[in-house]
Each structure stands twice: as C-alpha cells, then as structure tokens.
C-alpha cells in the first residue's frame, strides 16, 4: 500500500472511500465533518440521531453519497468514549477500516487525521498508527493459493488528509515511520506463513543475505563445523536430529558512531519444532512452522532500523535449526557443552529454543553491547500466565526494561514483567551437569528466563516471551488468523525512541 499526505477539504476529494472517525460521546457531528454532513442532507446527523451510528468502538457504518461529494462512499468509524481514545485505538479503527473498505473492492481511500483524546499526542505519532493499522488490516499471505482461490484486490493507496500546511513535515516523517514498522510485521507473518518444507534454516540465511544486500549490511553465517569447533552445543545438540544444516546467522548494522557499543538482538529461530524425543502432541503441531517468530522479527527489526537510517549499532543474531526426532536426535539425559563453557542436561527435548538462545546470547556478549534484548515463542507456560495480549518480560537492567515498557505501550504490543529471581534457580540444578534445561511445572516462563540469564554475562539483558501472542485463532482489526508477528514493532519502535535519545 502507498501511502500519502496531502493539505486539502474533505469536501472536494475525489475518492472512492472516505473514512471519518466518531467518538461514542458525541451528540452532534463533529465540526471538522459538518460541511460533508451539510453536502449529505444531514445524513451523518440523522445516523447519529437514530442510533444507527453510535460510536462503539470500531463500528463502522458504509454510505454512498450519490455525487453529493466528489468522495463515492463515507466510511464512519467508531473509536469509542473519547478521552480514551488511544494511539492503539486509532491503529486498531483503522485496521478495521481498512479490512471493511477492501469488501467494497476500493483500491484507495481517504481519511483525515484523527483525533485522540491523549494529551502532548503528535501528529506524527498519530500518522504512524493510522499507516501502521491500514497496512496491518490489509495483511493478506495468499502465494500458495492457486488463482481462482485468491481472494479480491488489495488496497493500492491510502491519502492522509490535513487543513494545516505546516502538519505535512511531520505528517510524512510518522507516515515514513509507519510503512517501515508495517512492513517489518508483513515480513515476519511472510516468513513464518511458508511451510517449514520451504522455510528451513538455508532460506532464512538466503533471506539474511538478500536484506544485507538491499541495505548494505554486514552478514555473517556460521555453518554446522564452525559451530562445533566453537563449542555451539546448544546449537549443534539440538539440529542432530534433522537433515536440515543448522546456521548461526549475524547481521551488522552500522549506524551509529563507531566508537558506540551495539544493541544486539537474538531472535530463537527454530523453523519447525516437532519436539524432537520428547515428541509434541499431534495437534496444532502444525503451527510449530511459527517457532521462528523470534528470528523473523529480529530480522525485520534490522532491516527497519537500515531502511529508517536509525544513528545506532544494532547486530541480530539468528540461531536457526530444526528440531527433529531421528537416529542421530539428541535425547533426554544427554549433556550438552554450550558456547560459554556451561554444561547443560537435557531432560526434555521440546525445551530446545532455550538451547540455542544460550549460545546465541553468549556470542552476543562478545560485542560488548549496551544492550541485549531476545525475543522468543519460549514456553507454553507464558500462554497459560498471559493469554494472548501481553508479551512476557524478563531481565535484569530496570533502564532497558522501562524503555521496552514505554515502547510497548507505543506500538500497542505491550510487556508484561514477571520476576528473575534467584529463588527459581533450585528448580535447574542438575545432579550430573551444571544444570538442566527444565525447571519443572511451576513458573515454567520464570526458569526458562533463569536459564538464558546464565548466558548473558553482566551485560544489560531482557528477555521477551512471546509464545502468547505470536498465532492467532481469530481475525482482529489489525491481525489476520496464524502468524501475528507481535513484536516485531515492538523491537521497531523502541530502536527508534532508543535513536532519539537525549543523551546521544
């Protein structure tokens, strides 16, 4: 979807779908639409009077005009009581928005700037959120249906309309903003959409390499030899099983000054999860293609940050593999070596992302980084805790956890913190090995969190479960069914306010 700006009355654009906003607690037509509603008949007022049109959050009411206006259809958005109208709910109004106008078969469509009832709110944050709602409402993945199952056009271009000529500068940076973070979503839902017989740790890399190409970034891949004779044993452990190579995958954005320590990003890349041994139950198994969330929005997040031209450092890490059952498969009971001379039992195969974490955290501490952050579908666990609508966070740095907070709230994929502390650490002592890669029933999200905190060093560390927003069963303004990708504008959002800061 291309997105525009342009200064203009909305009574005099020409365009097949105009989208206007309404809150629940206006009685009257709002005095930015009077002049539309005044070329409607008062149409927009008698909707309002005969309760056809409320407001509630995200109904949306579709009207033609019949050439009264040079605008075909008017698209009335409900966004709720109005002072608790957030970026979020404008993000959200206009996934739906956007969902609503492609049933039209419109392939573009206006809409004012609206309103939200947050104080100091920019315009353009709120540009942002409306680009990042019509893109995110849009998401279709349709390359594996043949072409009389594809399902109707898509929406070519979206016009963010403004009186004030002086908004337009700030207006097209949050729009910028906003197709960027978009499509860091889109292409992690893209990547993990493809079967796992497609998507295997090899593509990942040809995808590294095709974004290191386009945004002239530095791209190193270690193979399976160089991962044993570093002492990968996380890594190498848990590919046994599978025919598929596994590879470590290390994507270097310099942005910043050289002398500034880099914010390194691991994302756990695992392209199909079957549990190895310790075999999965047969259903929903399927949705293990999606174990490799973490690595896809690690992966966009670099490549957002290139494509916004962010003054920071930023490396991401991939350890990609498959985890398999097979004649070679690593079993429960044997130990495993990992990068930073830990000796690690494993008692239950399924528990693999955290093995291949391990190592991808200790090699990120050899960038003496101001930060680290993981993201990974960790633990089910964190889906019983949270449900769907909050990613799990752990770490040990207050500074990068509050910035995480704040950018979570931003992009409306919000963190919620549980604790690391030492108490939990009994659970992983191991009678044969240092320790061992399950804690046991209780606080399954905390001791997988305990156990990456071993492989961090001193350096500042967070650590983002998101098994419990990554799939989808249901459709939702700004999310299609499968692949959610939440997390990936998270990662997007706090590079950018970390670009920004202050004290740079």
Sequence with gaps: MKCRVKEGDLTKETTEVLVLGGCEDEHTVPRACREVDRAL????????????????TYQSVLIHTHGALPAKRILLMGLGKKKTVTLDRVRQAMGAASKRIRQTGAS?????????GAARTSVSDVAQAMVEGAILGGYRFTQY?????????????MTLLTTQANQIRDMKAGVRRGEVSASAT??????????????????IVQEARTIARDCKLKLTVLGRKEQERMGMGGMTGVSRGSQEPPQFIVLDYAGGRKTERPLVLVGKTITFDSGGISLKPSEHMEQMKADMTGGAEVLSAVRAAAQLRLPVNVVGILPAAENMPGGRAMRPGDILHMLNGTTVEVQNTDAEGRLVLADGLAYATRFRPAGIIDVATLTGACIVALGQFAIGMLGNDDRLKAALRTAGEQAGERVWEMPLWDDYAEQLKSDVADMRNIGGRGGGMITA?????????????????IASTDWSLSERPCISKGPTAVGARLLVQFLINYASRPER
């Design 41 to 56: 008949n008062g149409q927009l007022h008698e909707l309002r009077t005969s309760g056809e049109f409320t407001g509630k």
């Design 108 to 116: 573009e469509f206006v809409a004012p700037v609206l309103e939200t």
């Design 145 to 157: 249906r043949s072409e009389r199952e594809r399902p109707s056009r898509d929406i070519r271009t």
């Design 186 to 203: 889109s292409l992690a839902r893209d990547l993990c959409n493809h079967p796992s017989n497609v998507m295997t740790p090899s593509r």
């Design 449 to 465: 969190g305990v156990f990456l905190s071993k492989f961090v060093g001193d350096c500042p560390w967070v650590h983002l479960d």
